[in-house]
């Protein structure tokens, strides 16, 4: 580890006598960026030069690329090298169909054509802001955390041929950390279990959650500080800026009893208290020690605004406020807008703390806590904090404030939650700031939103002049890549652009061929998912997409055209062997997705809630709604497992792999500690510690994911829980006489344990498996019958046993003597079975009630979070073509318009 130190010391004392404004002879990165990307090298297309605006001249304004053609290659020149990855982005895209995305979104579409298109004259690309920023604090704990340095180069070619300048760079911090409360006197023992597990190292470093699926391995750690040692070396290359941490005031809870004279509360110090500028500077040192001299500082406050850094909690009659002040200032769950003197002495606090030791620091600040008091405080008091606030920030030669504000969900389409226009454009006093789209939460999978809203905001701001650039800001990627690739190259269209025109294009761009379908398809997709007016995302998991859901607990429904959706699906399965094109691929199968989720899955999910509400509930309707539900799911399942972007099994697998990168491939004990915390975040996020736990401790399935493997074999088995429960709840239960053939009995709630002869496959409704069942059945003379759901064909029924959700179907001259009543040992259930009624109730309290439905998905959630990858029942890679499944869920469900 410490030559490992002394080896990037001295990469960046010789890197840094170069200024982030790079000169010519710093273009190596590009070239091989540019060669990764296409897979020769770029040398042979592109020749790139930097130049000053001035000599590029025409429309060039501050910042520009210009693209020409000379002797068989692209010229692109730029004022910087994001311009030049831009310049070249662009040709590549606009001249030869070429596509960039996310790795897990079909990553990079590059078809080589025979000929290199020319220019017939010099092309300007001007941008209208500086910025083009990149991540979400929370982005590397919901789609980053497993990331090796290979993965890493790949997404950083991607912000070069999206003009990225400006990007977090939060990976290794801990170990900084480590060093500095080491030398304050905690030790390793307490740090690592303070700080969260590393899929929920977002949490532990700034919002106000210690220990979350932990302890931290040390190896994690240490293996990690040097890669965030290779991925800012690498972005400097670039010429974009990382945004490191500063201390922002959560410490571990120890430190209070080691310093009790200083004002530590539950985790958190005061920003006046001088312990916190000590701290501060030794982590700011620590951070230029270990990743090199920086200009860009981000440090924020606790999120849910009770506590934090620079807030403290102001008591209304310790001000001696009036009862109408007090109703003015205090909202938002008791909280208290602090003043103009609070904003400016804890600004200052903290600005200073580390600009002593950086002093060309600019303070990056994600305005999330101003955009939730916004929309739900009184917006004068609000804006007077924060005149106070930016007021405590020196200013730049220019007369800036050095705080760039991250207005971080600006595209959301309730205007109470952008900054950069509230109280026209007064709310920032001063500072500017950079104008956001998030669009995402906890990286669920999503795919639409209204394109049209996002331009023209982005455009709208980008004409403000306080704000300086846009940003990327989703808590998760993987996702809805057309949005965000509009919001990106936003600051270079003109302001005419067409959202339609240009998700037609991206469509070409994702095929490699301009072709009628894929025309058609994303003209269909702008008239749906992507159409004015489309709401924007719903937050934190509610309400939800049907085939992650639980019966009567509230479900998505479409509110867009789901007919011009199932058209472009249809586009999409033609187009896709003609594009040949993983990029396609993963749009047909996405727009699959949402198509059966959204009308065939919500149909079936509302037959089971209808079934659910009679007082007397028909077990066979009921069981036959949810085995549609199930069965539509099941079809969702395998359809996302012919796309590597939807599956549950590459998610593990890399994250077992990290143990693999830190040297430790033999360590499967680490291996499933990474497995581990995989599984516990897109499912109940923290972890379930016991089978018994009482209730969840973190937000249940705000991270969940349609993912293929995660709904076989998690959320259809919540809901076969659900079912569960139901039958137990001790409502009446009608049984059905028989089946559709006299010649067997129906009893519900039974099952005939052990004795199988076969089991006959079936996914469908009763009144399609039944019959085949009965059919096997008779056709095998050692068959007494068969349970449904299961299919199982049985020889006898010695052990007879209670079972909710089984109904078993008894050939004539079968049918066993049942008992009066009797307990169920497993799930403390009475059963009494009379006059064909099959109740459920206590047994005058000989038996215990049954868990609630809570207490079995907390069960079911252990065991799953426990379990480790089996690549036979969770693939990692896909097993069936794409458009082979696709074609045949098309036809399978069918909107009755189209049959």
């Known amino acids: 580890m410490e030559n490992l130190k002394k080896m990037f010391s001295v990469v960046f004392v010789l890197f840094f006598v170069v200024p982030c404004g790079a000169t010519q002879q710093d273009l190596t990165q590009v070239y091989e960026s540019f060669s990764r990307t296409l897979g020769l090298q770029a040398e042979s297309l592109f020749e790139f030069i930097l130049l000053d605006a001035a000599s590029i001249g025409g429309t060039c304004g501050e910042q520009c690329a210009e693209l020409s053609y000379n002797q068989s290659k692209v010229i692109v020149k730029a004022t910087g090298i994001p311009e030049l990855g831009y310049g070249g982005g662009y040709y590549l895209r606009t001249f030869c169909n070429m596509s960039f995305s996310w790795v897990r979104t079909g990553g990079n579409q590059v078809k080589i054509p025979s000929t290199w298109p020319s220019l017939d004259s010099p092309l300007v690309l001007p941008k209208k802001k500086k910025w083009s920023y990149y991540q979400n604090v929370v982005t590397e704990s919901y789609s980053m955390w497993w990331w090796d340095w290979t993965r890493w180069q790949l997404e950083l070619d991607w912000m070069l041929l999206h003009g990225v300048n400006i990007a977090l760079a939060y990976v290794g911090q801990e170990q900084i950390y480590r060093e500095v409360y080491n030398y304050f006197g905690v030790k390793d023992s307490e740090l690592l279990a303070t700080f969260d597990g590393p899929a929920f190292l977002a949490w532990s470093r700034g919002q106000g959650q210690f220990g979350n699926a932990g302890p931290l391995p040390i190896i994690w750690l240490e293996n990690q500080v040097v890669l965030n040692q290779n991925i800012t070396s690498r972005m400097r290359e670039l010429g974009i800026f990382p945004i490191l941490s500063a201390f922002q005031g959560n410490v571990p809870k120890v430190l209070a009893s080691l310093y009790p004279k200083h004002n530590i509360s539950n985790g958190w110090m005061d920003s006046l208290d001088p312990l916190f500028t000590n701290i501060s500077t030794h982590v700011t040192t620590k951070m230029i020690e270990s990743f090199g001299a920086n200009t860009f500082w981000e440090a924020d406050g606790w999120f849910d605004l009770q506590t934090g850094p620079w807030y403290e909690q102001l008591q209304n009659e310790a001000k001696g406020l009036s009862k109408e002040l007090e109703e003015q200032v205090g909202c938002l769950n008791g909280f208290t807008i602090p003043t103009y003197e609070e904003g400016a ?7 200073n703390s580390f600009a002593s030791v950086s002093p060309n620091a600019t303070w990056i600040y994600q305005g999330y806590p101003w955009s939730r008091v916004s929309a739900a405080c009184d917006v004068f008091t609000l804006q007077k904090y924060i005149e106070g606030f930016v007021s405590g920030v020196p200013k730049d030669s220019n007369g800036n404030p050095r705080i760039l504000v991250l207005d971080l969900i600006a595209d959301y389409n309730n205007k109470r939650w952008s900054l950069w226009d509230n109280l026209g454009g007064k709310l920032l006093s001063g500072a500017q700031s950079i104008w956001c789209a998030l669009e995402n939460w906890g990286g669920n999978v999503h795919v639409g939103g209204d394109l049209t809203y996002a331009f023209g905001q982005s455009q ?24 965000y690739e509009l919001v990106l190259q936003s600051p270079w269209l003109p302001n005419d652009t067409s959202p339609r025109q240009f998700l037609v294009n991206w469509g070409i761009q994702r095929c490699g061929k301009d072709i009628p379908q894929i025309r058609e398809a994303y003209s269909l997709l702008f008239d749906s998912i992507y159409a004015p007016g489309t709401p924007y995302l719903f937050c934190c998991s509610q309400p939800t997409y049907c085939p992650t859901g639980i019966p009567e607990e509230g479900i998505a429904t479409p509110n867009y055209n789901t007919s011009a959706l199932y058209a472009a699906w249809a586009l999409l399965i033609e187009a896709a062997p003609i594009c040949n094109s993983s990029s396609t691929d993963y749009d047909m199968v996405d727009i699959g997705r949402e198509y059966l989720s959204m009308v065939p899955c919500v149909t079936a999910m509302n037959t089971v809630n209808n079934a659910a509400k009679n007082v007397t509930i028909n077990t066979t309707l009921l069981n036959s709604s949810v085995n549609e539900l199930l069965a539509v799911s099941m079809d969702v399942d395998t359809l996302l497992g012919t796309h590597e972007g939807f599956m549950l099994g590459n998610w593990l697998q890399s994250a077992r792999n990290i143990a693999s990168v830190q040297g430790q491939g033999n360590n499967t004990t680490l291996a499933d500690f990474y497995e581990w915390n995989a599984r516990a975040q897109v499912t109940t996020w923290a972890p379930i510690l ?8 973190g937000p249940t399935d705000y991270a969940r994911k349609e993912w293929s493997g995660l709904i076989k074999q998690y959320y259809a088995k919540r809901v076969e829980a659900w079912l569960e429960t ?17 010649y067997y009995t129906a009893v519900q709630g039974v099952d005939c ?12 409704p009763q009144d399609i498996c039944i ?42 001259g079968h049918e066993p003597n049942l008992p009066s009543y009797g307990c169920d040992s497993t799930h403390g259930l009475c059963v009494q079975m009379k006059n064909g009624t099959h109740k459920t109730n206590s047994c005058d309290g000989e038996c215990a009630a049954p868990p609630t439905l809570t207490e079995r998905v907390i069960k079911l959630s252990y065991e799953f979070q426990h379990d480790r990858l089996d690549p036979t029942v969770i693939p990692v890679a896909p097993t069936q073509d794409p458009t082979d499944v696709a074609k045949e869920l098309l036809l399978k469900y069918k909107p009755p318009s189209n049959k």
Do not use: W
């Open 460 to 483: 709208a701001a980008l004409a403000a002049p306080h704000v300086v650039g846009v940003g990327l800001t989703p808590e998760g990627i993987d996702n809805n890549p057309a949005y």
């Open 345 to 351: 002495k804890r600004a200052a606090a903290v600005f």
């Open 690 to 697: 016991s089978p018994n736990q009482t209730g969840y401790t």
């Open 771 to 812: 019959p085949k069942l009965e059919m096997a059945c008779n056709s095998t003379a050692a068959c007494i019958g068969f349970n449904f759901p299961g299919g199982y064909l049985k020889k006898g029924c010695d052990n007879l046993v209670s079972a909710a959700t089984s109904t078993f179907y008894f050939k004539q």
């Open 726 to 742: 139901k039958l137990m709840s001790g409502s009446d239960v009608t049984l059905s006489a028989n089946s559709n053939n006299s």
């Open 753 to 764: 344990n052990f004795d199988d002869l076969k089991q006959v496959h079936c996914i469908g």
